[in-house]
């Protein structure tokens, strides 16, 4: 919990000035800049809380973990050899993190894959719904929905999640994902492929099942 409100204050501190796509803030705050890391929380602080907390489904853990994750390159920041984009290295070092943390505890993942032409997924078609204002119907959908895409995210194997989480949520082409994750574009583009469609098909077997239900009610 500590951790968490030091990551909430941290946020709340504006940043010196923004860096651009070409600022590699972590080459600056090794060669000696002190308000580097701090503009490097603000650049990349709350993508990587989102970037877990789609994981964990865990605000305070998602929290925890991007904690973990920026002491990891506070503590490293000497050794740091700038090799390509920053985001490529920071999404890696989260990736691993995320993945050390999920063997540990869940050792034998659940597998699901399918290789059927791969169908439309928006960003907006999978982001987890945020408050969207007081009425109550509005957000009882919205809680709903939030489950059943849970639900079908929690289906798939960790680097079906993990590819969806990089391509659709993050934004990333991919090439990058591929220099991220260590596998060939050939293989992200399989995985996405499969995640996507298996998505769709446990999104529209719930469906189906919540018809069932309130067919069988009436």
């Given amino acids: 919990m500590a951790r968490s409100v030091a990551l909430r ?26 308000n580097a890391f701090q503009e490097l929380f603000q650049a990349y602080g709350e ?34 050899r700038p090799e390509g984009r920053l985001s490529t290295f920071i999404f890696r070092v989260a990736t691993n993190l995320w993945i050390d943390h999920y063997r540990s505890t869940r050792p ?28 109550p119907v509005d957000s009882a959908i919205g809680d709903e929905e939030k489950e059943r895409m849970r639900r079908a995210l929690e289906a798939l194997n960790e680097p079906h999640r993990i590819v969806l989480e990089l391509a659709v949520y993050q934004e990333l082409p991919y090439g990058e994902i591929s220099q991220i994750l260590g ?22 077997a719930s469906d189906d099942g919540a018809g069932a239900v309130a067919a069988g009610g009436a």
């Fill in 9 to 34: 204050k941290a946020a709340r501190q504006p940043p010196a000035h923004t860096a651009g796509d070409g600022d590699d803030l972590l080459a600056r705050y090794r060669d000696g800049d002190p």
């Fill in 108 to 135: 034998h993942p659940r597998l699901y894959s399918l290789d059927q032409p791969m169908l439309d997924a928006s960003p907006a078609a999978f982001t987890p719904p945020r408050d969207r204002g007081p009425d």
């Fill in 183 to 204: 596998i060939p574009v050939g293989t992200v583009k399989s995985r996405m492929f499969n995640t996507v469609r298996a998505l769709k098909e446990r999104l529209l």
């Fill in 47 to 80: 993508k990587l809380v989102q970037f877990f907390y789609r994981l964990c489904w865990d605000r305070d853990r998602a929290e925890d973990f991007t904690q973990d994750l920026f002491l990891r390159l506070l503590r490293r920041a000497s050794a740091y």
